[in-house]
C-alpha cells in the first residue's frame, strides 16, 4: 500500500448567497479549509473542514493550526493504517473536531481510491440516491412565506426552519407562514439552544393547537441541559432532536440514557466518519431515529457526507443543504444534484472530487 507523500493546507473563503442568521448569531461569509494529501503513488485524498456558528472555536485560523500540528504526525505512513491514522488525528485534535474530521476524511478518500471504491461503497452501499431538505435562516413571516414559495417550485419537499427562542409567538408565526405556503411541505424547527423551557413549551402548544405537524423540533435547549430536554418531551410528546449535544458515541449513550432526546442529528464535523457510524449503532441499540447535518461546507466538503449517507442508508432526515447556501455555482464531481436529490451511482472511487 503506498504511503502518505505530502499534505497540503489551503484556506477558502466562500460568500452566502444571504446571511445566515441562527439563535447563535449571524455570517454573511464562511470561512474554511481545504486539505489535499497526495500518497506515494500519485493518488490523491481531498477534503474540507468549515467554520460555524454553532462552533465559535472552530475559526479559521485555528483549523489550519490544527490540521498543519497533524503534518508530522502522519507524514510517511501507510494508507492501509488508516484506522490508525484516523485514531492519531482525533487524540490530537480532540479539541478541534472539525480539524480531524476533515483530515479524516481526506484519509478515507484517499484510502477507498486505492481500494478503486467509491467512499458509499465502502460505507456499506445500501443506496445510491438521497433527498436533502433546505434550510431557512431567521426572517419575518412575509420573508419565510417568499423563500418557500421560491424553494418548492424547485422541488424542495422537506424544509427546515431557524428558530430565535427569543418569542414563542414570533416563532409559531414563523412556522405558521411556512406552513401556509407550503402546507404539504415536511416540517423541520431548529431552535440552535435559544429556548427557555417555558418558552419551549409555549411554541409547542402553539403548534399543536393549530395542527402543524413537526417531524423534530432540534436542540432547543443548551447542549448541557439534559433536564430541560428531558422535562420538555415529557411535557409536549414533542420529538426532540440532539445536535449540538452529541459529537461522540459516549455523548449519544448519556443523552439517551438521560431520556433527553428521540434522535440525534449526526454532523461529519462533529464526529468524523467512523464516529458517525459508532454514533449510528448507538442509536439503534436505543432505537432512536437518526438525522445527518452539516456546517457551512462547499460541494468539496460535502461529499464525505452525502457518501456516509447513501452508503449507511441509516438517516430518516437529511439535511445537506449547504451547496445552495453558498454564493458561488458547485464544482462537478462528488455526487450529482437535481434539484433537492443527489447521487452517487456514477461514482467509482473515493468521494469523486
Not at 485560523?61 to 507524514?75: A, C, F, K, T
Not at 474530521?101 to 467509491?118: F, H, V, W
Not at 409536549?236 to 449540538?244: F, I, K, N, Q, S
Request: with cysteine; glycine share 8%; charged share 25%.
Amino acid at each position: 500500500m503506498p504511503t502518505i507523500r505530502e499534505i497540503i493546507i489551503k484556506p477558502v473563503n466562500f460568500k452566502l448567497k444571504t446571511p445566515f442568521i441562527t439563535a447563535g448569531g449571524k455570517k454573511s461569509e464562511t470561512h474554511n479549509v481545504q486539505i489535499a494529501l497526495t500518497l506515494s503513488d500519485g493518488t490523491r485524498g481531498l477534503a474540507e473542514a468549515s467554520s460555524s456558528i454553532a462552533m465559535p472555536t472552530e475559526g479559521q485560523d485555528n483549523m489550519i493550526r490544527g490540521l498543519r500540528s497533524l503534518i508530522p504526525e502522519i507524514h510517511g505512513k501507510s494508507i492501509e493504517n488508516y484506522r490508525e491514522l484516523v485514531a492519531t488525528a482525533w487524540r490530537l485534535q480532540s479539541y478541534h473536531p472539525t480539524a480531524a474530521a476533515a483530515m479524516e476524511c481526506a484519509i478515507l478518500d484517499a484510502y477507498t481510491r486505492t481500494l478503486g471504491q467509491s467512499l458509499a461503497n465502502f460505507l456499506g452501499d445500501k443506496n445510491a440516491d438521497i433527498e436533502t431538505d433546505l434550510t431557512f435562516s431567521i426572517a419575518s413571516p412575509k420573508d419565510l412565506a417568499g423563500q418557500v414559495r421560491r424553494a418548492t417550485k424547485r422541488g424542495f419537499r422537506r424544509l427546515k426552519i431557524k428558530l430565535s427562542g427569543s418569542s414563542p409567538e414570533e416563532d409559531f408565526e414563523r412556522m405558521r407562514a411556512v406552513h401556509k405556503t407550503a402546507p404539504k411541505a415536511v416540517l423541520l424547527a431548529d431552535g440552535n439552544q435559544g429556548f427557555g423551557l417555558s418558552q419551549a413549551v409555549d411554541f409547542a402548544h402553539r403548534m399543536k393547537r393549530a395542527q402543524i405537524p413537526l417531524v423534530f423540533f432540534e436542540q432547543p435547549f443548551r447542549k448541557h441541559d439534559l433536564r430541560a430536554m428531558r422535562l420538555f418531551r415529557q411535557r409536549t410528546h414533542m420529538p426532540v432532536l440532539a445536535d449540538e449535544c452529541i459529537l461522540t458515541a459516549a455523548d449519544a449513550v448519556r443523552v439517551f440514557e438521560a431520556e433527553a432526546a428521540d434522535g440525534v442529528n449526526i454532523k461529519v464535523a462533529k464526529s468524523g466518519l467512523l464516529g458517525a457510524l459508532d454514533i449510528i449503532q448507538i442509536a439503534r441499540r436505543f432505537k432512536k431515529r437518526l438525522a445527518i447535518g452539516c456546517m457551512e461546507e462547499s460541494k468539496l466538503g460535502l461529499a464525505a457526507s452525502v457518501h456516509l449517507a447513501c452508503g449507511t442508508g441509516a438517516f430518516e432526515w437529511i439535511d445537506l443543504d449547504s451547496v445552495f447556501l453558498l454564493d458561488s455555482p458547485p464544482p462537478r464531481g462528488g455526487f450529482l444534484m437535481k434539484g433537492p436529490k443527489y447521487s452517487v451511482k456514477s461514482i467509482r472511487a473515493g468521494i469523486g472530487m
